[in-house]
């Protein structure tokens, strides 16, 4: 076993330094083959082109979220009968009044207008296709993840020594097939948060993920 110090953990919060470590398991450990698995190969550009992607996608579902709350006792009544309203000039709408005549079930007319939801709503395609073309790639995940909060004048070797420390607390309760679950001591938090000591927690956090913080030899 050993932990490393996660980047995207480390943060300036409530006037104290946050870390986050990742504890993860070598390849001989119990329980290994479940935290190392196959995810998509998401780079950062690839994360950046996928939020935009993302965004469409979620207004996509909006739309048809908005499309079913249209759909209400009168006009399936007015379904029955194959006539649109007057005023209703959208084409999504009249697909969905259209799918509702051919079945009374929701859940079926909801997956049926999906299935054709790339040629009403071509976003939900190009996010399809972006995300089914990422290669897979092999990852490790941690078996635990453990954050604390610390005073902003804390040195690196402090840092060290609580993530061995909770490493070592973690794996006492992991060879025992129990949860990691590690407990803090109690913090306590400055009850005003000056500009000049959220600026040195923001600091200390900037010079934390420029160190690499991590264990030397893994814990046996």
């Known amino acids: 076993m050993y932990f490393k110090v996660e980047k995207t953990g480390c943060t300036e919060r ?9 504890l993860y398991l070598d390849p001989k450990d119990y329980g290994y083959d479940k935290q190392y698995v196959e995810v998509k190969d998401m780079t950062e550009e690839r ?20 499309i079913l709350k249209q759909i ?23 697909l969905a009044f ?37 290669p897979m790639i ?6 635990h993840n453990h954050f604390v909060q610390v005073e902003p004048g804390v040195t690196n070797e402090e840092i060290k020594y609580v993530g061995e ?17 590690v407990k803090n001591q109690f913090v306590s938090y400055p ?8 600026l040195a927690c923001e600091i200390k956090v900037e010079a934390v993920k420029d160190a690499e913080i991590q264990t030397v030899q893994a814990v046996k």
């Open 14 to 22: 409530k006037g104290m330094v946050q870390i986050r470590y990742c």
């Open 47 to 66: 994360i950046a082109i996928g939020q935009q992607y993302q965004d469409e996608y979620l207004l996509w579902e909006s739309q048809f979220d908005y």
């Open 72 to 94: 209400d006792k009168k006009t399936l009544a007015i379904v029955d009968t194959r006539t649109l309203p007057a005023d209703t000039d959208e084409p999504e709408l009249q």
């Open 98 to 134: 259209l799918l509702f005549s051919e079945s009374d079930n929701l859940k079926y007319s909801y997956s049926v207008t999906r299935d054709i939801g790339d040629e009403i709503f071509p976003k939900q395609k190009k996010w399809d296709d972006w995300l089914a073309a990422i």
């Open 138 to 143: 092999w990852q490790l995940n941690p078996f």
């Open 165 to 181: 420390l909770a490493l070592q607390m973690a794996k006492e309760k992991w060879d025992k097939d129990e949860f990691p679950n």
């Open 191 to 198: 009850k005003i948060v000056t500009a000049e000591r959220k």
